[in-house]
T-cell receptor, first 114, second 108 residues
Framework: NAGVTQTPKFRVLKTGQSMTLLCAQDMNHEYMYWYRQDPGMGLRLIHYSVGEGTTAKGEVPDGYNVSRLKKQNFLLGLESAAPSQTSVYFC?????????????FGPGTRLTVL | SQQGEEDPQALSIQEGENATMNCSYKTSINNLQWYRQNSGRGLVHLILIRSNEREKHSGRLRVTLDTSKKSSSLLITASRAADTASYFCVGGNEKLTFGTGTRLTIIP
């Protein structure tokens, strides 16, 4: 099993450009999450999904959209990138949701917006 | 609000020594989890302790939970260079909220 994979690993955007980050998991997990991690801060939840076809807002959803068309994939979109979105983005998945379940994380995508 | 704040923010010890990290949280939780993050990598789950447990062991890890003080500690015994990483506690209720972590450096 590959676990949780993220594509791409690195990306540089100019302000106003758009892009999509792809997260894929092969563990048949129901729940998937997108986080961002900034220096000196913990992970902050952007959006999450409790199953195929569902999405919900997390702590910092503004400027991002998500889609979960297939159970194994969770896409994070930036429609008009801003320098404030420069961050490392992590995807995670879990069998069930909080509070009891363990989350499995991908390796991260380092995004720089100029 | 953060449901897990680690202390200290940074810790450096000699290889072979024990490392202790503390975590405080604000509201009631169902469980508390600890994760490790190696530099530039994703988080890896280490251990989960439920609110009705006081202590839990896993290999060289020992976790305690004091719900009356809303605090937890993670002890890593006989530290190794490979333990160099950031450690996060996560208080679990309807959401998992991560703290800023303790950055542990093991000096060979």
């Amino acid at each position: 099993n590959a676990g949780v994979t993220q594509t791409p690993k690195f990306r540089v955007l100019k302000t106003g450009q758009s892009m999509t980050l792809l997260c894929a998991q092969d563990m048949n997990h129901e729940y998937m999450y997108w986080y961002r991690q900034d220096p000196g801060m913990g992970l902050r939840l952007i959006h999450y999904s409790v199953g195929e076809g569902t999405t919900a807002k997390g702590e910092v959803p503004d400027g991002y959209n998500v889609s979960r068309l297939k159970k194994q994939n969770f896409l994070l979109g930036l429609e008009s990138a801003a320098p404030s979105q420069t961050s490392v983005y992590f995807c995670a998945s879990s069998v069930r949701g909080p509070p009891t379940d363990t989350q499995y994380f991908g390796p991260g995508t380092r995004l720089t917006v100029l | 609000s953060q449901q897990g704040e680690e202390d200290p923010q940074a810790l450096s010890i000699q290889e072979g020594e024990n490392a202790t990290m503390n975590c405080s949280y604000k509201t009631s939780i169902n469980n508390l989890q600890w994760y490790r993050q190696n530099s530039g990598r994703g988080l890896v789950h280490l251990i989960l302790i439920r609110s009705n447990e006081r202590e839990k062991h896993s290999g060289r890890l020992r976790v305690t939970l004091d719900t009356s003080k809303k605090s937890s500690s993670l002890l890593i015994t006989a530290s190794r260079a490979a333990d160099t990483a950031s450690y996060f506690c996560v208080g679990g209720n309807e959401k998992l909220t991560f703290g800023t972590g303790t950055r542990l450096t093991i000096i060979p």
